[in-house]
Structure formats: C-alpha cells, structure tokens
C-alpha cells in the first residue's frame, strides 16, 4: 500500500511540472506568434514603392502630363502629423505619407514650413539611412532602433532620446555603424 501511495504521489508531481511546463511553452508561443502577428500587420500596411518624377521649375513635375497634354503641379510638401511607428516615418521619408512628396526631397522652403516637425524626426532619419548604408534593411535598421531605445516606447519618446542623443553624439552601442 505505501509503495503504491508513493507512486501516486510521484505521478501527481509530475503531473503539476507537466502542466506548469505546458503554462509556461503555452506563453512563449503567444508571445511570439503576437510579434509575428504584428510584424505582419506592419509589412502589409507598408506602402509599395514608387517613381517620383523630376520636377521642373515652378514646382511642375516633367513627366505627369493631364489630358491635353497639361502639366499637373507636384505632390504637397507635408509631414503626417501622428506617425504609429518608425517604419511609417522611414515610408515617410523615402516615399512620401497619404499621397503627399517624400520627406527627402523636400526644398529648404518645404522644411522651413514644417520646422518643428521636420527636425524632431530628422536624427532618426539619419540614423535609419546610415543603418541602411551600412548594410542593413530598412525594416531591420528601424527593429534595431526599437530594441535600442525600447519597443514599448511611443515614437515621440523615441524621437525626443534620439535627439538629445545626437546633440550629446552619445548614441546606444547597437547603433554605432563604424567597424573597430
């Protein structure tokens, strides 16, 4: 009888680590087909990429003819106003937002009207362009920015450290681009 008692006991026991293992497997596989999901939704939602044509003087763009061979004026020079993510303003500034011109090829005029806007976002534009230079992937180079300054962060948050840290020149070491 007490061999048996001891058996069931020794089950039981490992019935419970069983299940505690099961707990915590079943939370590692939420937790990354949640990133997975999100990643995703973030591919998806990503604009596709597309030709600007050259603009001529005046703001005319030279290739955009209308009907009757009139030319259109150019895309607005516009920043959005509530980026989600850094990936929207990496999309922001190499394509353009909501049909509006990409961020970088803006005139200095086109920036002096959005000043504030323009040069709280621009140290992550230039981070994210040198990562990119560098041999990363825009996706990669704005996860890695993420991981660096915290994935839970709002963008402002994140925009505002990158700023103070460019003006300290103290930027996060996986942020460094230069090979010792």
């Known amino acids: 009888v007490r061999m048996v008692s ?27 087909l949640t990133k997975l999901n999100k990643n995703i939704a973030r591919v998806a939602a990503a604009p596709g990429r597309r030709r600007v044509a050259p603009e001529r003087a005046g703001g005319e763009v030279a290739d955009r003819a209308g009907p009757g061979g009139s030319v259109r004026p150019a895309r607005v020079a516009r920043l959005g106003q509530r980026p989600k993510t850094l990936h929207d303003l990496w ?7 909501a049909g509006f011109k990409a961020a970088s090829s803006f005139t200095s005029h086109e920036r ?3 000043k504030s806007l323009f040069s ?11 990562l990119v230079r560098a ?11 993420y991981r660096a ?14 700023k103070e840290d460019r003006r300290a020149n103290s930027w996060p070491p996986s942020l460094n681009t230069w090979v010792a």
Request: hydrophobic letters at 35%.
């Open 6 to 32: 001891s058996q069931v006991m020794h089950l039981r026991r490992e019935i419970t680590d069983l299940r505690v293992e099961q707990d915590r497997r079943h939370a590692v596989v939420k937790s990354s």
């Open 91 to 97: 999309a922001e500034w190499k394509f353009g937002s």
């Open 112 to 114: 002096g009207k959005v």
């Open 135 to 145: 041999g990363m992937t825009a996706q990669v180079a704005c996860d890695t920015i």
């Open 149 to 162: 300054y915290g994935e839970n962060l709002p963008v402002t948050q994140i925009l505002r450290r990158m």
């Open 120 to 130: 709280m976002r621009k140290p992550f534009w230039d981070k994210c362009d040198e």
